[in-house]
């Protein structure tokens, strides 16, 4: 029992060391090339995460020089659990997917995606059976801003959705968009909502909802927003 809660730890230390590299990353990644696009394999298949039991396949794709991943598939074992032709995927400069085997038997999947036609890129978290997809949810891509916000004891990881212009730091306004803040719990990232309105009434003086509203402009209060 206590080389398994060692293990768990241990890897648990690792799954956010690796998040924290993942979220240091500016969405200008190095996988950005000048070369041909059928010298680089554009259309050829790639494992972005290979084990015995769980598996990840997609095929590269360009767009403007920009490597992204398409066709995706999941596998458990030999057998596809899941399969996707629609979606651009993104690695992060090769830091995503992160994979967790979770104790409660479920695998956790983290992998950027496109979310709009601007390209702006947010996050999946997939969950799955051994068998099955679970769920799907969309969390934004996390910046580099890792630490106990709410001093509840876990460090909490945040960041803006996309579909909106990027937040500007340096106005006295802008529209409502909360930032999402998510702790690593051992079911999975886990959406922390005490930290977000935390967020929200120290930016804005108020809190608003969850969602991002266009329609609302609000002055920014804080002069030191993190």
């Known amino acids: 029992m206590a080389v398994r809660k060692l293990f768990h730890f241990l890897f648990t230390m690792l799954a956010i060391v690796v998040l924290i590299f993942t979220c240091n990353t500016v969405k200008n990644p190095s996988d950005i090339f000048d070369q041909d696009e059928t010298e680089l394999g554009n259309g050829e298949m790639k494992w972005l995460s290979q084990s015995d039991s769980f598996s990840i396949l997609a095929a590269r794709w360009l767009k403007q020089g920009e490597v992204f991943y398409r066709n995706l598939k999941v596998l458990h074992q030999s057998d596809t659990i899941f399969a996707d032709s629609t979606t651009a995927y993104y690695t992060n400069y090769g830091l995503l997917p992160i994979v967790r ?91 922390d909502s005490i930290a977000t309105k935390m967020w929200v009434e120290q930016t804005y003086g108020g809190f608003y909802g969850f969602t991002p509203d266009s329609s609302r402009v609000l002055p920014i209060t804080s002069q030191n927003l993190k």
Do not use: W
């Open 101 to 191: 085997h979770l104790d409660n038997g479920k695998t956790e999947v983290l992998l950027g995606f496109v979310s709009d036609n601007d390209f702006q890129i947010d996050m999946l978290q997939m969950m799955f059976s051994p068998q099955k997809l679970l769920s799907i949810d969309t969390l934004p891509m996390f910046d580099g801003n890792h630490f106990d916000y709410d001093e509840d004891g876990q460090v909490e990881f945040s960041g803006f959705l996309g579909g909106f212009p990027t937040y500007c730091f340096d106005c006295d306004s802008d529209y409502y968009r909360p930032k999402l803040f998510y702790e690593m719990s051992l079911e999975g990232m886990a959406f």
